[in-house]
């Protein structure tokens, strides 16, 4: 069994701890799953995948949460650095390369998959990211932090 197998089965084995023991994980935890596994799937693609907003409605053995974390790593993230700067660069008034820190807030806050208050405060913690005295940030330095992910990772 492969690393990656492994590391399924034993989040799959938690969460199963979790739910009662009986060998099933709630849908409602499909995310959180694939998430715990190393991988970042969307909204969207945890719904395609079986995934489910309320609790109780569906419950998943091991073999269909192994077939979901199998579609979930097939997929490539497509976004680049230039598909983030084009984002950004939608709320660059004066083309020169900043967006006032509010707005970045907003954009995570609003567009997309929506990110809590709580995880924007970490990716700036993480980024490093520092206002200049006129509260923006250069969006460009931002994103490459990003896409780097988290230090030590």
Not at 144 to 153: A, I, N, R, S, Y
Request: hydrophobic share 35%; net charge negative; charged share 35%.
């Amino acid at each position: 069994m492969s690393d990656d197998l492994r590391d399924v089965q034993e989040v799959f084995d938690l969460f199963d701890f979790w739910d009662g023991r009986d060998g099933l994980v709630d849908a409602v935890k499909v995310g959180d799953l694939l998430r715990c596994t190393g991988l970042n799937p969307t909204e969207e693609h945890i719904k395609k995948f079986g995934g489910t907003k309320m609790a109780g409605e569906k419950q998943l053995p091991y073999e269909e949460c192994k077939a979901i974390w199998d579609q979930a790593k097939a997929i490539k993230d497509t976004m680049t650095h230039k598909d983030f700067r084009e984002a950004f660069k939608s709320f660059d008034r004066e083309g020169q390369g900043f967006i006032s820190a509010a707005e970045m807030r907003h954009m995570l806050n609003a567009m997309g998959d929506r990110l809590s208050d709580n995880e924007i405060d970490d990716i700036i913690k993480y980024t490093d990211i520092r206002e200049d005295l006129e509260g923006n940030i250069k969006y460009d330095q931002f994103i490459e932090k990003v896409l780097d992910g988290p230090p030590g990772v």
